[in-house]
């Protein structure tokens, strides 16, 4: 039982209670009378998680806790190292469920990464609040080495908003705030299945320490790399005196690109591969075709800069069930980017990155205007440096068909599975091995070359694939 609750309201209704917390180890098993232990209010709290922490050993936390702020709410991959997944009824093993993870920071800057087993935690409800951690045990202590991910997320909140608490002084040092380097560990916690707790601190709804996510326009983004590639040296120290927005832009270029984490809000206009299985979308690396208002009304300066942008989305990334039911829909919709990778060249949603719907209360804008499209998209025209894989727009005169190429073929209507198999036994339906069922409404797709005569492009031979 992982209790969250507020210090003013002990009533049972402002408790949320997490069940089935899969636990390994004798140091986490409990008789009766320590399982109805409790940390009180007035139960001793530090201000330091790396006193707590070397008090209290590999030990679970016994009648003290810390203060912290918690920076970042997100979900990480299941991990199931017993063999205990369940078989779904089509016969395949349904994933280990995924864990909230909460990323804290105390007072002195120092950060550790909270497990909780079962997803029930929202970031509204916890994120950027001060709250006190209490039954907690410390499962390792990770560097930039061992989880660079992690790292590059710290990275991206680091550069405290507020001077920091310095070792063996009562006050926080202004001298802190610009001369501690970023931290070099971690702490990775994981909570006590019974005692577990984390009170918010009353009085105190937004911490000072929070570190918002900057939204930045996908321009900005794009930008970045030129910048850095011509005038870095220049840029620099004039990036590292500013503050707040500027964060960002001095992050993504002082790494070189490779690492930085970026947010920002986008419209999808297009997803490759188009699926309507919440759990297929859930385990495929997913390619989505994004643009904003900046993209979509560059001026001259920056002709450069493509109309759309391609994101990866990688398993690794937790999908929250809005967002799968959202991309199991062939339609535009707008998502919050939150703490993306940028890395060589691309913007890569991977482990700790967030998918929203809509824009979580705190986030910080990085500029006067919104970045949302308002009106219709506009593409880019087919060239000599159209990408690969890319999305464009091509006008011409078809002119001749490559017949020797035509065929069509039916697809499953679930899972978009090509190679179905046709059973004579079941009246000739077709049978998708992936799903395991009989399809009586196979999705029949066409291939079909064309050759166009483009004016733009007279002296090339386009050649287009006409799908449906």
């Known amino acids: 039982m992982f209790k969250i609750k507020d210090l003013s309201n002990n009533s049972p209704e402002s408790q949320v209670v997490y069940r089935d917390l899969a636990t390994t180890g004798k140091d986490w098993t409990n008789g009766p009378k320590k399982a109805k232990q409790h940390f009180t209010a007035e139960s001793p709290f530090s201000d330091s998680l790396l006193d707590v922490v070397e008090s209290q050993g590999a030990s679970p936390w016994s009648g003290v806790g810390v203060q912290v702020v918690v920076q970042r709410v997100y979900s990480l991959p299941g991990r ?25 920071q105390d ?19 916890l994120e950027g609040k001060s709250c006190q951690l209490a039954g907690m045990k ?3 202590k990770t560097t930039r080495g061992r989880t660079p991910g992690l790292f590059s997320l710290i990275d991206t909140i680091w550069r405290p908003a507020i001077p920091l608490k310095s070792p063996g002084h009562g006050q926080p040092c202004e001298e802190v705030k610009t001369h501690l380097p970023p931290p070099s560990f971690c702490y990775i916690l994981s909570a006590h299945p019974n005692l577990g707790q984390i009170d918010m601190i009353e009085g105190d709804p937004i911490s000072k320490l929070y570190q918002p996510p900057v939204l ?11 910048l850095f ?46 699926l309507k299985s919440l759990l297929l979308l859930a ?76 824009k979580p209360f705190g986030c910080v804008a990085s500029g006067a205007g919104s970045c949302e499209l308002t009106g219709p998209v506009i593409l880019d025209e087919l060239d000599s440096l159209t990408p690969v894989n890319s999305i464009c727009s091509v006008q011409g005169t078809v002119v001749g068909v490559d017949e020797n190429t035509a065929f069509s073929w039916p ?7 090509g190679r179905l198999e046709q059973r004579p036994e079941d009246g000739g339906t077709f049978f998708c091995g992936d799903c395991s069922k009989l399809i009586t409404s196979p999705v ?14 007279p002296q090339c031979n386009v050649k287009v694939k006409v799908g449906a």
């Open 80 to 104: 199931d190292g017993t063999g205990s997944q369940q078989e779904s009824s089509s016969g395949h093993a349904d994933p280990p469920e995924p864990r909230i993870c909460l990323l804290v």
């Open 107 to 125: 007072a002195y800057g120092m950060f550790g990464e909270v497990y909780l087993e079962v997803a029930m935690l929202k970031g509204k409800q």
């Open 138 to 140: 410390v499962l390792q």
């Open 216 to 226: 930045l326009c996908l321009r900005d983004i794009l930008q970045v790399t030129s």
């Open 229 to 274: 590639l011509t005038s870095s040296l220049v840029l620099l120290p004039w990036l590292c005196a500013l503050d707040n927005v500027t964060r960002s832009f001095s992050m993504l270029l002082q790494t070189d690109n490779l690492g930085a984490r970026c947010s920002f809000y986008a419209r999808v206009i297009y997803q490759r591969p188009q």
């Open 283 to 358: 385990q495929r690396e997913i390619w989505l075709l994004v643009t904003d208002i900046t993209l979509q009304t560059k001026d001259g300066n920056d002709h450069h800069l493509p109309k759309i942008l391609p994101v990866c989305v990688t398993p690794s990334c937790v999908l929250g069930l809005e967002i799968l039911e959202a991309l199991s829909v062939a339609a535009p919709h707008s998502i919050l980017f939150r703490d993306a990778l940028r890395d060589q060249g691309q913007i890569v949603c991977v482990e700790r990155t967030v998918l929203l719907l809509q």
């Open 411 to 417: 697809t499953c209507d679930w899972c978009g599975n």
């Open 444 to 457: 029949l797709k066409r291939h079909l070359q064309v050759f166009l005569d483009c004016p733009s492009r």
